[in-house]
């Protein structure tokens, strides 16, 4: 695996004596997440598909060292299929999405989001993951592809995209629940680019039964969970609750 190239970033310095006089008089926090400026070339991208389409979560990870996302979609050719795995955290063991190779793979949507210097970052939030990369180059057919207005980069790039190691394919269970926290920042983000994006991920994620066929779905939105970000918020869950009653009516119905 190539190191990933470091590019250094210059940022203008703030008066500290000012910030501290500005947040007295607001008496609130600045919650502000940096991000590079977009007119750094990179070279390398990541391909998100759960939690890193939120933009908030993303962000947080990146430490300011990630540029803007483009959404897309990998095509079923890749050979990928996305899936809910159980995978032991320090928080518990609950169930996150995971790409996994399958004889019947289909399309995936995400985003596509450069990265600067914090390669490492994300290593460390995807541990357990496989880093696979994927040689980019517009020259060529590729099996990713833009979703918007917004264009693929038209240079050669590197794609890494984080997949499940097969002896961490389980499905979800009773003792490894899907949280409807986590459900609902993946959802908040998918919701940064619309209802469609929303009924592409629903539709081609599978695992939600487990062998036995039962839904391991647990609601736990009023617990305090560590999965909050900014904008998993009520408004959006209510717009979440009608998409997963309209896309997937019979899943939604058996959480618990």
Known sequence: ????????????????????????????????????????????????YGSLINSYSRKYTGKGFIGSAIPVELSKKAGYKRIWTCKKSKYGNYSFLGLTKDKKPHNINGILTPIYKCIRNFDKREKGYKRIKIKYDPKRQNVIKALSWQKMP????????????????????????????????????????????????????????????KINWKNDRKINTRRWVKNNNKKNRIKIDKLLKKYIPKIYKDRH
């Open 154 to 213: 038209n240079y050669p790039c590197n794609i890494y995209i984080y997949t499940v190691k097969k002896e961490l394919n389980n499905m979800p269970n009773k003792d490894c629940p899907i949280s409807q926290n986590y459900v609902d920042v993946v959802m908040s983000g998918c919701l940064e680019y619309g209802n469609e994006f929303c009924k592409k991920f629903l539709k081609n994620t599978f695992n939600w039964r487990d062998k036995d066929n």
């Open 1 to 48: 695996m190539k190191t990933v190239k470091v590019i250094k970033l210059n940022y203008k310095k703030t008066n500290k004596k000012t910030n501290k006089k500005t947040n007295k008089k607001t008496n609130k926090k600045t919650n502000t997440i940096k991000q590079c400026d977009d007119y750094i070339k990179p070279v390398n991208f990541i391909f998100g």
